[in-house]
């Protein structure tokens, strides 16, 4: 027996419902009570970077994201300053070191800009540590209660890939703006006129890279420690260039709120993606975020007009019959996405439309993917050729391939 999904105080926040969420991220109706670790949605995505205050501007101003929280020197925190921003129920946390011997300044000279923290929210912290403990998991943070004037947080932490952690949250009753510690703050950036209002509502999944045969492994981590269920596996020529190649897993909650592709590379040629993000980022971490739009053309102009870069795709790939037969109708003329550089893809459920982002910061490691669902579960397969040789031009540009 299914049970009815429950929103989350995030995403009644940003207006969103459940239909909207079914078409945005795929969500699913399952039964929490058989799972042995629950987990009701993301919490938020915390970013170690060189410099937050202007990280936290790129994303009010590129992103459309708007700043609600902070924490710093002048709200007690001496090592640090963290901005919270948020688009619809996507929530970014974006830590820069302030004193000299901070821990943020040496997780940031080993991997440069990255996520160190996948935030997942749970519904009970101290049953979620409980099964992971006995499935092996390492924990970081001993489940634990931090309080303020506007309620209490049950918190812990495990470790997973590389460096990056996921902290779970138990908020059912906070009021605050984000964290005990964090007080609200607001941004005098105005956005650009007939900007729309948010660019994107939410986050469909966040892909891994892992060291060459380890994403079994990690597979394996996710479906024990934390109940999550394999969606879909890539292997072989479907996920292949003539130079490089990688395999590709997919694990995702009982709700399917959250999904973690796992990469690893695969032999080849040449150096493909993963290799260079494991050269560059110093091992393993979280390659992509994947933000979830119900106008992808009208976020694409208004990023680019900020000037978001975006992956090329040559003409050729509008043009082939191939594709034009299998997609079929979608919502927009192929040559309004061909503009773009819009990929678009079709699988028995429905189809989406999808476009990448180059990396957002000096390290070839993170970028973003802007996807927006019409019934497809999937993850773009027909597009990952066009994808990968897309990034293998710009591999080439830097000197990477």
Not at 66 to 74: K, N
Not at 316 to 332: F, H, K, Q, T
Not at 333 to 355: A, F, H, N, S, T
Request: hydrophobic content about 35%; some cysteine.
């Amino acid at each position: 027996m299914t049970e009815t999904i429950a929103l989350t105080p995030e995403e009644r926040d940003a207006n969103l419902d459940l239909d909207q969420l079914k078409q945005l991220v795929g969500l699913v109706e399952y039964d929490e009570s058989k799972d042995p670790f629950p987990v009701t949605g993301w919490d938020a995505i915390v970013f170690v970077v060189g410099n937050a205050t202007q990280t936290a501007h790129f994303y009010q101003s590129a992103f459309g994201m708007e700043l609600v929280g902070y924490s710093g020197p002048e709200t007690g925190n001496r090592d640090h300053k963290a901005f919270v921003l948020k688009s619809g129920s996507c929530r970014f946390v974006i830590k820069g070191g302030v004193a000299p011997d901070s821990p943020l300044h040496d997780h940031h000279r080993a991997h440069g800009d990255g996520v160190v923290d996948i935030s997942l929210e749970v519904p009970d912290v101290d049953k979620c540590i409980e099964h992971a403990r006995a499935m092996g998991a390492t924990v970081l943070e001993e489940p634990h209660d931090v309080s303020d004037e506007h309620g209490t947080v049950r918190i812990a932490a495990i470790a997973t890939y590389g460096d990056t952690r996921h902290t779970l949250v138990q908020r059912s009753g906070y009021e605050g703006v984000y964290l005990p510690g964090y007080v609200p703050r607001s941004s005098g950036f105005v956005k650009r006129e007939g900007s729309p209002k948010r660019m994107f509502q939410a986050l469909d999944h966040i892909v891994g890279n892992v060291e060459l045969g380890k994403m079994d492994q990690w597979v394996t981590f996710y479906n024990k420690v934390m109940g999550f269920v394999n969606m879909a596996e890539f292997i072989g020529d479907d996920i292949a260039t003539d130079y490089s190649a990688l395999m590709s897993k997919v694990v995702a909650n009982g709700n399917h709120r959250v999904k973690f592709p796992l990469n690893e590379p695969a032999i080849a040629k040449k150096k493909s993606q993963i290799d260079e993000y494991l050269e560059f980022y110093r091992g393993p971490g979280a390659q992509h975020l994947a933000l979830a739009t119900n106008d992808i053309l009208a976020t694409v102009d208004a990023m680019t007009a900020e000037g978001v870069e975006f992956l090329s795709t040559p003409d050729s790939y509008y043009e082939d019959p191939a594709l034009r037969e299998r997609i079929g109708n979608v919502r927009v003329p192929i040559e309004e996405l061909q503009k773009r550089g819009i990929l678009v893809d079709r699988d028995e459920d429905g189809y989406l439309l999808q476009i990448f982002t180059r990396p957002v910061q000096d390290r070839p490691t993170v970028f973003f993917e802007l996807i927006e669902r019409h019934g497809s579960l999937g993850f773009g397969k027909g597009n990952f050729k066009a994808l990968f040789e897309a990034i293998e031009r710009e591999q080439e540009r830097r000197g990477n391939l």
